[in-house]
């Protein structure tokens, strides 16, 4: 089954502005996607890896990409096809908190 690297992206802000039963629900839902194997975290503190030419590896503090809003968590999921993924997702608190989930196919490298 393919899949899909799902990153959450939210603030404080819209989800304290969200109503605390859609909230609920989403990490009920969540919950349901934890127990069924989906593998999923709250967002750490982002380390930037450089290692050019193999030569010297280097190590600096915070996220490379920049938005928005601040990442909030990270799942892999798996699902027979994108729209399967976005249904998954759709219900989660990034995506009712007034975030965003962006879905990303995990290709395979043979």
Not at 67 to 91: C, H, N, Q, R, Y
Request: proline share 4%; net charge negative.
């Amino acid at each position: 089954m393919p899949k899909f690297v799902t990153i959450g992206y939210g603030d404080e802000a819209g989800y304290r502005r969200t109503e605390e039963a859609v909230r609920a629900d989403a990490h009920a839902h969540d919950a349901k996607l934890q127990k069924a194997g989906v593998e999923m975290g709250i967002a750490g503190q982002a380390v930037q890896v450089r290692n050019h030419a193999a030569k010297e590896v280097s190590v600096s503090e915070g996220a490379f990409m920049r938005s928005e809003m601040p990442v909030a968590g990270f799942a892999i999921i798996e699902a027979a096809d994108l729209t399967e993924a976005i249904e998954m997702v759709s219900k989660t608190p990034c995506a009712v908190a007034y975030g965003v989930v962006e879905v990303w196919p995990l290709n395979q490298v043979a």
